[in-house]
């Protein structure tokens, strides 16, 4: 009686972990490669549960998720990789689909998720754009960083506001802002990634942040006048400028020729014209 009593004890209390060991094992399904440095995870071949290739068959059943390691090539990644307690894990996964978890959104301001698109601005001008996070799973996540700007035009982008940090409670969502400002004399694509670590699946929240940057006075455009009146400067010189000189010397004859027939009516207005 007394053993039965202990063995009574000892399922009540593996059934209290059990929800525990599925979620732990949720993540390592997901999140294997990450987590345990494996060069896959779980969900890569088998997608998301009920799964494909008769996974679910390991439900609650750790010894054959690993027969399943041990003896099926494809998953020989995983051999020496995984511990009896990440066996017994996702078997409680496999078994419990529906185990609590948080869960993170992630959108943009833009049309896409995964990226905000500020388009074409001009050198020097600003625009702005949101990162928007909700966790509409039922366990909280934790950033365990503060939002960030990575990448080679970092410097482009500014972090105006955020309030996505430490605990982040089922239901509840928050944002990041993001200005972008191509620097005067920036010209062509800016690019950089706004990020934020958490505590849950995939560990970066991340969008790529795309802007174009339009030059004041673009000197890639193509100069106006024939070729050798170099458009900087404004001055028109070479032959634009002999061009310009022969006009000037046909009004001037035009003049000489009308100054007589129009002087006596007193209105001069070609020689003035200029
Ligand atoms: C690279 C691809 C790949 C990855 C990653 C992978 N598997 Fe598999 N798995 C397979 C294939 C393929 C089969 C089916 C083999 C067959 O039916 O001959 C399989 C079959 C299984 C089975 C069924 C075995 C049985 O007894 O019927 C289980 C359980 C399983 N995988 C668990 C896992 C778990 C858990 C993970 C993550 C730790 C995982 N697999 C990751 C490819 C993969």
């Not at 987590?35 to 008769?54: K, M, Q, Y």
């Not at 978890?101 to 049309?111: C, D, F, K, M, Q």
């Not at 050198?123 to 949101?130: I, L, M, R």
């Not at 030059?215 to 070729?227: E, L, V």
């Amino acid at each position: 009686m007394k053993h039965l009593a202990l063995l009574a004890i000892l399922l009540a209390c593996s059934g209290a972990v059990a929800a525990q060991d599925a979620l732990a094992g949720k993540r390592l399904y997901f999140d294997a490669a990450r987590v345990r440095g494996t060069a896959a995870s779980c969900v890569d071949c088998h997608f998301g549960l009920p799964g494909a290739f008769g996974i679910g068959s390991a439900a609650n059943d750790p010894a054959r998720v690993q027969r399943a390691i041990d003896t099926i090539a494809q998953m020989s990644l995983f051999r020496g990789r995984l511990t009896q307690t990440d066996y017994a894990d996702i078997a409680a996964y496999l078994g419990r689909p529906d185990v609590p978890s948080p869960n993170l959104r992630v959108s943009t301001s833009g049309a896409a998720l995964d990226r905000i698109d500020f388009g074409m601005r001009p050198a020097g001008s600003t625009a702005t754009g949101q990162l928007r996070l909700a966790n509409t799973g039922q366990l909280p996540l934790r950033f365990t960083s503060a939002a960030r700007i990575v990448g080679e035009h970092a410097a482009d982008y500014t972090i105006t506001a955020s309030n996505c940090t430490d605990v982040f409670a089922p239901g509840a969502s928050c944002s990041i802002d993001v200005r972008f400002a191509p620097p005067p004399g920036a010209s062509g694509s800016r690019r950089a990634a706004l990020q934020i670590e958490h505590d849950w699946i995939g560990g970066l929240a991340a969008a790529a942040l795309l802007g174009q940057a339009e030059a004041m006075g673009d000197p890639a455009a193509p100069p106006i006048g024939p070729p050798g009146g170099g458009a900087e400067g404004g001055s028109a010189g070479g032959s634009g400028g002999g061009a310009a000189q022969l006009g000037w010397l046909l009004v001037l004859l035009l003049a000489v020729a009308l100054r007589g027939r129009t002087a006596r009516r007193g209105s001069p207005t070609v020689m003035h014209s200029r």
